[in-house]
């Protein structure tokens, strides 16, 4: 073979060597930028989602971002809602959330109960309403039913309207009390409470922040459930400790004794 057709063909071969170092390095920055892509990409919904829930928390409530709590709430930082007797000789002390089928198991057994102990000066119930269940499952309908309770209370009507959320309480997993209108047109069932002042807090959302604050409290507290019940500081309500409203009658009979 002549010295020019070994060049040629070594010229050849190294072309052909040279060219797959190219589509190499080309198939390597191909995959790179794929990845710096997807990278971007993941941090761009990130920071989408970020501003969503951002974007959701300023406009679930308007004036409820200062933390506005309802008419006569009582306690530190005004986050309890009383019913009863102050000077009662017993306190139950209910934390619920209105879309919780446990909560509603506990009003559905004990509401005639406690609302009759209440009326009749034996036992003061201290309320603290909360969201855990938007935390667990997502969604607005803790805070908005809630909120809509606060707006009761400030109508001197919160313990019907408590009733009656429980008794049309969803399925947990539909956030039907995310419609600020659902939870107006419940308040028909309440004599009275439909009324221009109800309906504008109800949709600004006025007590919003305080419903919030609530929440951040009893994450605080140590309690990790709802309903969470206690009795004179000592909880009474749980896989357990079974409760029933004769039982219940018992203990704070019991608390009226000394």
Known sequence: ????????????????????????????????????????AVLAVAGGVGVFATKANQDSGKSGSSAEPPRGAVGKGDLVVPAGKR???ATLTVYEDFRCPGCKQFEDVFHKTVNELADRGRMRVEY????????????TGSVRAANAAACAQDAGKFRAYH????????????????????LIRLAEKVPGLNTAAFRNCVEDGRH???????HTDFNRSGFAS??????????????????????????VAAAARG
Do not use: F
Request: charged share 35%.
């Open 1 to 40: 073979m002549s010295q020019k057709n070994r060049q040629g063909k070594r010229s050849a071969r190294e072309r052909l060597q040279e060219q797959r170092e190219k589509d190499k390095a080309r198939g390597k920055r191909k995959r790179t930028l794929g990845m710096v892509g997807a990278v971007i």
């Open 87 to 89: 000077g009662a000789p």
């Open 128 to 139: 603290h309403l909360v969201a855990i269940i938007d935390g667990n499952l997502g969604g």
């Open 163 to 182: 009733d009656v959320l429980y008794r049309h309480q969803p399925e947990e997993t539909r956030d039907t009390y995310a419609r600020n209108a659902k």
């Open 208 to 214: 919003d922040g305080w419903v919030r604050k609530s």
């Open 226 to 251: 709802t309903p969470t019940v206690l009795l004179d500081g000592k909880s009474i309500y749980g896989p357990d400790t079974p409760l029933s409203p004769n039982k219940l009658k018992r203990m």
